[in-house]
């Protein structure tokens, strides 16, 4: 069974920054995409971030030199480091994963809000 918990989220004024953890609990795959997604309201859901089993990661433009995604192999802890945060970046933040060598290969930030396993989401707010 796949579980996956997010923490980290909060409230911080505009140039701040926050790390959201993922923490997941799955049995062991060699190949995996997992991600984030932010989401407004029910139709504005975005892919925000990528990384597979393979270390490659993927960001949507709007973090790109802001957000660093990254994958601890050895604890299944995935985080997102978010710097210069900005009004705009305000949301629930979702982490998401599946697994397999066809989700690796297409793994893209576009995508992840598309992955089968997802976790309850935590909320992020950034003031001006």
């Known amino acids: 069974q796949v579980q996956l918990v997010e923490s980290g989220g909060g409230s911080v004024q505009s140039g701040g920054s926050l790390t959201l953890s993922c923490a997941v609990t799955?049995?062991?795959?060699?190949?995996?995409?997992m991600g984030w997604f932010r989401q407004v309201s029910e139709k504005e859901r975005e892919g925000v971030a990528s990384i597979n089993s393979d270390g490659t990661t993927t960001l949507v433009d709007s973090v790109k030199g802001r957000f660093t995604i990254s994958h601890d192999n050895a604890k299944n802890l995935m985080s997102l480091q978010m710097n210069n945060l900005k009004p705009e970046d305000t949301a629930m933040y979702y982490c998401?994963?599946?697994?397999?060598?066809?989700?690796?290969?297409?793994?893209?930030?576009?995508?992840?809000?598309?992955?089968?396993?997802r976790g309850q989401g935590t909320q992020v707010t950034v003031s001006s």
């Open positions: 998401a994963a599946d697994y397999g060598a066809f989700y690796s290969k297409r793994c893209m930030h576009s995508r992840v809000n598309n992955l089968q396993y």
């Open positions: 799955a049995p062991s795959y060699s190949n995996y995409c």
